[in-house]
């Protein structure tokens, strides 16, 4: 009878061992892991150099190695919370002292940001930098300039558009970019950290007429849509930092994937999850992404397959990925996982990975900023350094 028993057991655990969205086989794999640990050791030593060279109130912003120059930043540009997130990853995984001490010295700097209404990236701004400071050591000054920026970005929240404006135009213009999706998590936080429910809707009411007006059938995405401030009706939809109106700019389609993402995770709402799974489609079966998994600048720029590279929309992909893997079936999560392996694994050779002492102390090499601006082309980029750290961080730490 005993055997009997054990047997039954035997096929029970089996059967739910098939049928598990989450399968052992997509467990962290060591010996990618060993990888990242020197990756994170020499991330480490890269920051202490780009910190020696950064001046006391400014932000690392690029550097240029054919001229060896940098270029800074002051705490308002929407790319300062990456500088002290990234050395918060860092000091979590490795336990340096010095990588605090310069992330809290930095963070005073970016402080008087939290009362800045005139951006919407103060998720990137604020989130990516007091949001992990707070996670590590919870603070109430860390709250308060928290709840203070979650305050401060709903004021460009306009309810006849049903969004948030991300950039200041021409009168009657309504400027809204796909990136906007990152900065919504702010906003959840500040809901259940004060109980108020106004910064929850309008997230919720920014991603849902992100996801009506955004994207196209084939899920891809617009970078910029401008809808008339008085109306909310839609006057055009357009591309900024993309080869065209109609192509798929890779680190917009990156922030969409990630944003959905972020919006499922808040909300356990089954639509937030059929849009990031859609996203996630539309990315990885396009006949433009490389085998490598680190996408042409715009999937459909001109000049592919000598088309320029965008490390950043690969870090960006590889963590949202990662994190997508947990809330699907057990083959698109196996999908996912082998995607983002592949990418970080990429992102880990010499031809992504700056040699120590190199590139300015940046991680990543091979970023694209502004390319139609001729801004930031082929340099490292500070939030391709983060979400680096970050992707790495997420399957590391994966238990399945």
Not at 155 to 184: A, Y
Not at 359 to 372: E, M, T, Y
Request: with cysteine; proline share 5%.
């Amino acid at each position: 009878m005993k055997t009997c028993w054990y047997i039954l057991f035997s096929l029970i655990v089996i059967g739910l061992s098939c049928h598990s969205p989450n399968k052992l086989s997509n467990s962290p794999k060591s010996g990618l892991v060993k990888t990242f640990d020197q990756n994170f050791a020499d991330a480490a030593a890269q920051y202490k150099v780009l910190g020696k060279n950064l001046p006391a109130d400014k932000f690392p912003r690029t550097f240029y190695p054919a001229t060896g120059k940098y270029e800074f930043s002051n705490s308002a540009w929407w790319c300062s919370g990456f500088y002290p997130g990234t050395l918060l990853y860092l000091y979590e995984e490795t336990k340096d002292q010095s990588l605090l001490t310069e992330a809290e010295r930095i963070l005073k700097v970016l402080e008087k940001e939290k009362n800045n209404t005139s951006t919407h990236d103060l998720g990137f701004m604020m989130f990516c930098s007091f949001g992990n400071a707070n996670r590590i050591a919870p603070k109430p000054e860390y709250k308060d300039i928290l709840l203070t920026s979650a305050r401060s970005l709903i004021t460009r929240f306009n309810p006849k558009v049903g969004c948030i404006k991300s950039w200041d135009g021409k009168p009657g213009e309504f400027l809204v970019i796909i990136d906007n999706m990152m900065n919504l998590e702010l906003l959840f936080w500040a809901t259940r950290v004060s109980g108020d429910s106004t910064f929850y809707k309008v997230a919720v009411t920014h991603a849902e007429t992100t996801m009506k007006n955004h994207f196209r059938p084939d899920y891809s995405s617009y970078h910029v849509i401008n809808y008339n401030s008085e109306t909310g009706a839609i006057q055009q939809k357009r591309t900024a930092q993309g080869a065209a109106d109609e192509s798929a700019w890779a680190r917009g389609q990156a922030w969409g994937l990630y944003g959905f993402t972020v919006m499922y995770r808040e909300t356990k709402d089954p639509k937030y999850l059929d849009q990031a799974k859609h996203i996630a489609e539309f990315l990885l079966n396009h006949p433009n992404l490389p085998a490598d998994k680190i996408p042409y600048w715009d999937f459909n720029a001109p000049g592919i397959p000598n088309a320029l590279r965008d490390a950043s929309a690969g870090s960006i992909m590889a963590a949202a990925l990662i994190e997508l893997a947990d809330y699907v079936d057990a083959n698109s999560s196996a999908k996912y996982l082998k995607t983002a392996e592949t990418q970080l694994q990429t992102l880990s050779n010499s031809t992504y990975k700056a040699a120590p002492g190199t590139n300015g102390g940046f991680i990543l090499q091979h970023g694209v900023g502004h390319l139609p601006g001729k801004s930031e082309v082929d340099v490292p980029l500070t939030y391709g350094d983060y979400y680096f750290i970050e992707a790495m961080i997420r399957y590391k730490n994966r238990k399945r």
